[in-house]
């Protein structure tokens, strides 16, 4: 009997440190990639997964003809263990309908703070991996997901925390309905301008949907924002093609040409060092 224990302990453990080994091997390191939304809404619960998916595939309005918006590429994710949606009353959250209080470049409009003070509900919407993604279909899926959501509670607001943007539901299926689909970048990405004691600078919102850190130029002169302004952009774009690359990376813009490093920081952010390339003549 004793040896019959043994051997199931035996086996036991070795099942547990083959799954800690597996489990430690489909992580990375300081990787993470997040895709999420939070949709906003009056007296309004999370709809059942079945009405989703059916909003999603079946009946969706933004599909074009020929062209679904989401198709089984897309549609394995409602099995994907690294989604995750819940919803929360404004009793027990109540600074999470006033994201912009804790996100300073969260600004919402007027018209935004409006429908967030009508709104008592918040679902939310989350996809988050720790091992490296193979593709970007999550980046068709999620925003998907959260205008069937919106239409499926009558929502009020779409908020995207990684890019910290707001959205009205018209303004939300607008730019989702496009040709191009979900995936392009205008959808998930944006570049703004900030300044501080040390002078100017600008900084991505929206590259932790890839797995990247955002991005932060060094200190520019106030002469050259929009040189700068579009050489982020430019590099986010890259970035969206080959997600891991750190570059250099040879831009040609306004007359010039121009190169652009990330360089590895602690913290949320990476520095994108960017400089000229000079003519040798």
Same mark, same amino acid.
């Given at each position: 009997?004793?040896? $019959?224990?043994?051997?199931?302990?035996?086996?036991?453990?070795?099942?547990?440190?083959?799954?800690?080994?597996?489990?430690?091997?489909?992580?990375? =390191?300081?990787?993470?990639?997040?895709?999420?939304?939070?949709?906003? $809404?009056?007296?309004?619960?999370? *709809?059942?997964?079945?009405?989703?998916?059916?909003?999603?595939?079946?009946?969706?309005?933004?599909?074009?003809? =020929?062209?679904?918006?989401?198709?089984?590429?897309?549609?394995?994710?409602?099995?994907?263990?690294?989604?995750?949606?819940?919803?929360?009353?404004?009793?027990?959250?109540? =600074? #999470?309908? !006033?994201?912009?209080?804790?996100?300073? &470049?969260?600004?919402?409009?007027?018209?935004?703070?409006?429908?967030? #003070?009508?709104?008592?509900?918040?679902?939310?919407?989350?996809?988050?991996?720790?091992?490296?993604?193979? &593709?970007?279909? =999550?980046?068709?899926?999620? *925003?998907?997901?959260?205008?069937?959501?919106?239409?499926? +509670? &009558?929502?009020?607001?779409?908020?995207?925390?990684?890019?910290?943007?707001?959205?009205?539901?018209?303004?939300?299926?607008?730019?989702? /309905?496009?040709?191009? /689909?979900?995936?392009?970048?205008? +959808?998930?990405?944006?570049?703004?301008?900030?300044?501080?004691?040390? @002078?100017?600078?600008?900084?991505?919102?929206?590259?932790?949907?890839? @797995?990247?850190?955002?991005?932060?130029? &060094?200190?520019?002169?106030?002469?050259?924002?929009?040189? +700068?302004?579009?050489?982020?952009?430019?590099?986010?774009?890259?970035?969206?093609?080959?997600? @891991?690359?750190?570059?250099?990376?040879?831009?040609? #813009?306004? /007359? /010039?040409?121009?190169?652009?490093?990330?360089? !590895?920081?602690?913290?949320?952010?990476?520095?994108?060092?960017?400089?000229?390339? !000079?003519d040798p003549r």
């Open positions: 009997m004793q040896g $019959a224990w043994w051997l199931l302990t035996f086996a036991l453990a070795f099942v547990l440190v083959l799954a800690w080994r597996w489990a430690k091997g489909s992580r990375e =390191h300081g990787y993470l990639a997040v895709s999420e939304y939070w949709v906003y $809404a009056k007296g309004a619960s999370m *709809p059942r997964i079945e009405r989703i998916m059916e909003s999603m595939v079946k009946s969706n309005p933004l599909s074009k003809p =020929h062209r679904p918006a989401i198709t089984t590429r897309e549609g394995v994710l409602f099995s994907d263990l690294r989604l995750r949606m819940t919803s929360a009353r404004r009793q027990a959250n109540p =600074h #999470a309908f !006033r994201p912009d209080l804790f996100e300073p &470049d969260a600004v919402p409009s007027g018209e935004i703070l409006a429908l967030l #003070a009508r709104s008592d509900t918040f679902m939310r919407l989350r996809y988050l991996s720790e091992s490296r993604l193979a &593709d970007t279909r =999550h980046l068709q899926f999620m *925003p998907h997901l959260a205008a069937a959501v919106c239409r499926l +509670v &009558d929502g009020t607001i779409v908020y995207d925390p990684v890019s910290q943007a707001f959205y009205t539901p018209e303004a939300f299926d607008k730019l989702l /309905g496009m040709q191009e /689909g979900a995936e392009r970048p205008e +959808v998930h990405l944006r570049t703004l301008k900030k300044e501080g004691p040390d @002078g100017v600078w600008y900084e991505s919102r929206g590259l932790r949907k890839l @797995g990247c850190k955002e991005l932060r130029s &060094d200190f520019q002169d106030t002469d050259s924002d929009v040189i +700068v302004d579009h050489l982020l952009w430019e590099v986010c774009l890259r970035l969206f093609q080959e997600p @891991g690359s750190l570059g250099p990376f040879e831009i040609e #813009a306004f /007359g /010039g040409r121009f190169v652009a490093d990330i360089e !590895r920081q602690r913290g949320e952010t990476n520095l994108l060092r960017l400089g000229r390339v !000079r």
